[in-house]
Each structure stands twice: as C-alpha cells, then as structure tokens.
C-alpha cells in the first residue's frame, strides 16, 4: 500500500516515513479535517476504485482503520 501511504502523507501534510497503520489522525502532527477527508476518498476511488462514505470516513480514527474501510467497500 506504499502508494496509499504516500498520497495518505499528502493529504494529511506529514513526512511518507511518518505514515503507519497505527497513525492517530485527530493527532496533533496530522491535518485531518474535511478537507482532508475528501481527498482521501478522491485518493481511494484513484487508486482502488472504490468510493468511501464520508461519514464512515470521519469515523476513522487511525490510518489501518480507512484500510479496513477499503478492504470492506
């Protein structure tokens, strides 16, 4: 999923090395907001195909949270 974690860096305004499963994204160091949000669901349907609900996307509190979203969409 490097590619997840690289455009997941993008958005969220972080270093690619900081990007991890475990990533809080309400954490101090990680813009999740809904903008935020709505790139990850532009990014998911870019590179899985899959369009997200935002608001089980707002729901997400770490990164392995919106993988398990993708696995289940």
Same mark, same amino acid.
């Given at each position: 999923?490097?590619?997840?974690?690289?455009?997941?860096?993008?958005?969220?305004?972080?270093?690619?090395?900081?990007?991890?499963?475990?990533?809080? /994204?309400? !954490?101090?160091?990680?813009?999740?907001?809904? $903008?935020?949000?709505?790139? #990850? *669901?532009?990014? +998911?349907?870019? /590179?899985? !195909?899959?369009?997200?609900?935002?608001?089980? $996307?707002?729901?997400?509190? #770490? *990164?392995?949270? +919106?993988?398990? /979203?993708? !696995?289940?969409?």
């Amino acid at each position: 999923m490097s590619e997840f974690y690289k455009g997941m860096a993008e958005i969220l305004e972080i270093d690619e090395n900081e990007i991890s499963g475990d990533l809080v /994204l309400s !954490s101090g160091d990680a813009a999740w907001d809904s $903008l935020a949000i709505v790139s #990850t *669901i532009a990014l +998911i349907d870019d /590179l899985y !195909s899959k369009t997200l609900d935002g608001k089980k $996307l707002t729901e997400c509190e #770490t *990164i392995s949270d +919106i993988e398990k /979203l993708i !696995s289940i969409s």
